[in-house]
């Protein structure tokens, strides 16, 4: 099909087209399992082309994200897998719009590479296609730029785009939030994509063993437990916003608890945050040991072992707690809305 495109001239430039063709052929399998029925177009094209299905939205709000997965890809490059780091692309994406109730549509993926090597592109897509089934989004779209001299031939960079969709009667801001609110947690499942620049230089990656098994860490390397995807909670806010009035959610990514959690505080409201409570995963307490970091720093870089945390009336706080595990999540409550100027406080 693509046997004419082929550029000499071009592949002595360091650009191979037609491995370009194989990787979208390679990745057509994984891309495949994330069709949903609003989808119009095929790969391939200039274009994904999807159709909004508005049943039930009166008044529909498209709502949008984007993120790349940071320098987190080096411990991909180190531990040469390149199958899970998709999930945390869409994963930053989508947990970022579901905060205010949307739910996601469809996706789009960007990989600059020094090198296309085929089958590491069509891995590093079917951990995209991975993230999209878990958020019941498709991937309509994407682009894979081959780019020596910019990067490395081993290396890549990664960025996603997703649009979801919510009834503006359905937006979730903290207008109603009030002194009282329960403040539910919903846990990481590790470090996530964020503070990796800290994190590699506390362990210094590049130099030292990172594949061996680490007592503190269950037995699990560092390499390991580093990469372990981050957890997109789709599904579970999903299934809790059609049937309880949540009044904020923060997606707790770069900067913590202090940075992240205020963004769904009103003014003259604070999240006061019982540490006691804060389940804290075996991964930062060994950061903060082997690098000598605070409490306050580690809870104003980190997630802390809390990727989500939600906000909703006393009284619903049951029913929530019951929805989420129903869902697949282990929901604890780390604290409640109380009146004060700042808008977060942790008993540290």
Do not use: W
């Amino acid at each position: 099909m693509h046997e004419n495109s082929r550029s000499d001239v071009y592949a002595a430039a360091g650009v191979d087209i037609t491995a370009g063709y194989k990787a979208v052929e390679l990745m057509k399998k994984h891309i495949a399992k994330t069709m949903t029925s609003g989808v119009c177009s095929d790969v391939g094209g200039f274009g994904g082309l999807f159709e909004l299905d508005l049943t039930g939205i009166t008044r529909p709000v498209l709502v949008s994200g984007t993120d790349g997965v940071g320098t987190k890809l080096k411990l991909a490059f180190l531990m040469d897998k390149h199958d899970t780091v998709g999930i945390d692309c869409v994963a930053m994406c989508v947990n970022d719009i579901i905060c205010c109730g949307a739910k996601p549509l469809f996706f789009l993926d960007y990989i600059a590479c020094g090198k296309n090597y085929p089958e590491k592109i069509a891995d590093i897509v079917s951990g995209i296609c991975e993230g999209c089934v878990q958020s019941d989004a498709a991937l309509i779209g994407g682009e894979t730029a081959e780019m020596p001299g910019f990067y490395p031939v081993d290396e890549y960079d990664l960025a996603g785009y997703c649009t979801g969709v919510v009834d503006k009667s359905k937006i979730i801001d903290n207008k109603t939030m009030k002194a009282g609110d329960v403040i539910i947690a919903l846990p990481s499942s590790g470090v996530h994509s964020n503070g990796f620049s800290l994190v590699r230089k506390v362990f210094d990656v590049e130099n030292s063993d990172i594949t061996s098994p680490v007592e503190e860490l269950g037995g699990k390397s560092i390499g390991e437990t580093l990469l372990t995807p981050t957890k997109i909670y789709v599904k579970p806010v999903m299934a809790l916003t059609e049937k309880i009035r949540v009044k904020g959610i923060s997606h707790i990514t770069g900067g913590g608890f202090y940075e992240n959690i205020p963004r769904s505080i009103p003014e003259g409201l604070c999240a006061d945050i019982d540490r006691s409570k804060v389940k804290v995963l075996p991964i930062f307490e060994l950061l903060a040991k082997t690098g000598g970091i605070s409490e306050r720093d580690m809870f104003n870089t980190f997630n802390m072992g809390v990727g989500m945390s939600i906000v909703v009336a006393p009284e619903d706080a049951e029913e929530a707690l019951k929805i989420l595990e129903d869902n697949g999540e282990a929901p604890y409550i780390i604290g409640s809305i109380i009146e004060a100027d700042e808008k977060i406080h942790i008993n540290l």
